[in-house]
């Protein structure tokens, strides 16, 4: 008897090593896990688009890098659009609030003598050399993160292309881990969230859409500036709630 339980507290110690481990693998891996997960609604969405432009002369591959071609014209449209104003907007807002001949007149007003002479020492020798390390870091950090973000939209197509393309060879696979007389009833269960999915997506991407139309139509009546620019970004506001 003693031995039984100490079987079933080795086991039990066992298993939960196992999962205590199994979550730490899954929490390091996060990113990639999302990524999958973006890839997979990304799929579910255009799907039905492939599926249409296949039932003609065009194989799948074809019919995916029209639709890829497409995404691309779209993102490259709201890029047009919104960089410019927004880099505008930005180095001038640097050039308000870091204004040289403002800084140096604040320091000019420091009523203690000792006080302003070391501080406009500090700012005329120290000043300079750590803006150019803040310079240096901010030119780092957003070569890093234009990087990181291509590889991560890269992978994001990639293995949209690979599940739109290798999905019925992959199904079984999946499937092979249930039961056999539980597989047709997982299959079926599987399709319908992607249909769901693929719904929701083309949904969100209708009312980004639309949001965007009439934001831009509005901000273009009353005057506001840069109107296509915060349309854009209104239509991808409409996602903030959901994520």
């Known amino acids: 008897m003693k031995q ?20 730490l693998l899954l929490w390091n891996i996060r990113s990639i ?20 432009l296949h039932k003609g002369p065009l194989n799948r591959s074809f019919a995916i890098l029209i639709v890829y071609t497409l995404i ?17 907007e930005a180095t001038n807002l640097i050039d308000t609030f870091s204004s040289q001949a403002s800084t140096e007149e604040a320091i000019r007003n420091i009523n203690n003598q000792v006080l ?36 991560a939209g890269l992978t994001v197509f ?15 696979l999946f499937l092979s881990f249930i039961a056999p007389a539980r597989q047709d009833k997982a299959r079926e269960v599987w399709e319908g969230i992607e249909d769901k999915l693929g719904a929701w997506v083309r949904g969100e991407l209708l009312m980004m859409l639309f949001i965007g139309a009439l934001a831009g139509l509005g ?3 009353i005057g506001v500036k840069y109107a296509l620019a915060l349309a854009v970004f209104a239509g991808l506001t409409e996602l903030i709630p959901l994520v």
């Open 72 to 88: 691309f014209a779209i993102l490259a449209l709201i890029f047009y659009l919104t960089l410019p104003p927004l880099i505008n």
């Open 116 to 151: 302003k002479n070391g501080a406009m020492w500090v700012y005329q020798n120290i000043g300079n050399l750590a803006q150019q390390f803040i310079q240096v870091n901010q030119a780092l950090n957003l070569g890093f993160s234009i990087f990181s973000g291509l590889f």
């Open 4 to 23: 039984d339980y100490l079987k079933k507290g080795i086991f039990l110690t066992l298993g939960g090593v196992l999962v205590l481990l199994g979550c």
């Open 158 to 172: 990639v293995v949209t292309y690979y599940w739109l393309t290798e999905r019925e060879k992959v199904y079984p």
């Open 219 to 221: 901000y273009v009546i």
């Open 33 to 52: 896990l999302f990524l999958i997960f973006i890839s997979l609604l990304l799929a579910s969405g255009i799907r039905p688009v492939v599926n249409w």
